[in-house]
């Protein structure tokens, strides 16, 4: 079955420094991936999606994310973090052929201090 | 555009008690998700219709939770009775086909439901 993992439960950066989040993905094939961000309080906003083509993808807010088929790896960066970026992050797969099912991991926990 | 809307947005019941959830899409999205979040953790699915029909319903706990999708549209998911480890978030989320970006989820707010 497939899975995805997000090592880091809770990172705290300095406002203005680089981020990057880390998601792994146990899949035979290409999936789609997908980041999204969750507010406190608030659903799930949908920040960049990869699902062919250029590995490097851009979204919304600033950030943007590599899909590196070697390591089985999307991970989320960002050059200069806002104190508006804390939140929860996660990572999602959806296994082609299974018709959109949304596997998600347990989500990265961003502080951003001043 | 209107995005997903979810109503109550929190809820607090009693244990036994009975407890429902709206949710209307995006226009004209044929797809809808419900899923459960549990604290520190991701949504996890428990039904998806395509249009009225409900196509994975897999991960719902039958005994006590029923949905239902008439027209098509907006959608009603039911707890009764609830119980402690109800305790959660409630999400709702559309997708269309129609759009070409049918893998493509967007989600609503969400209804935090506390059971005591």
């Known amino acids: 079955a497939q899975s995805v993992t997000q090592p880091d439960i809770h990172i705290t950066v300095s406002e203005g420094a680089s981020l990057e989040l880390r998601c792994n993905y146990s899949y035979g094939a290409t999936p789609y991936l997908f980041w999204y961000v969750q507010s406190p309080g608030q659903g799930l906003q949908l920040l960049l999606k990869y699902f062919s083509g250029d590995t490097l993808v851009q979204g919304i807010k600033g950030f943007e994310a590599e899909f590196k088929r070697s390591q089985s790896s999307f991970n989320l960066r960002k050059p200069s973090v806002h104190w508006s970026d804390a939140a929860e992050y996660f990572c999602?797969?959806?296994?082609?052929?299974?018709?959109?099912?949304?596997?998600f991991g347990t989500g990265t926990r961003l502080q951003v201090t001043l | 555009e209107a995005g997903v809307v979810q109503s109550p947005r929190y809820k607090i019941i009693e244990k036994k008690q009975p407890v429902a959830f709206w949710c209307n899409p995006i226009s004209g999205h044929n797809t809808l998700y419900w899923y459960l979040q549990n604290l520190g953790q991701g949504p996890e699915l428990l039904i998806r219709?395509?249009?009225?029909?409900?196509?994975?319903d897999s991960q719902l706990p039958k005994d006590r939770f029923s949905a239902e999708r008439l027209k098509g549209v907006d959608s009603t998911l039911k707890i009764q009775p609830a119980e402690l480890g109800d305790s959660a978030v409630y999400l709702c989320a559309s997708s269309s086909f129609l759009a070409g970006d049918a893998d493509t989820q967007y989600f609503g707010p969400g209804t935090r439901l506390t059971v005591l």
């Open positions: 999602a797969v959806v296994h082609t052929g299974t018709a959109s099912k949304l596997t």
């Open positions: 219709y395509e249009n009225e029909e409900a196509v994975d």
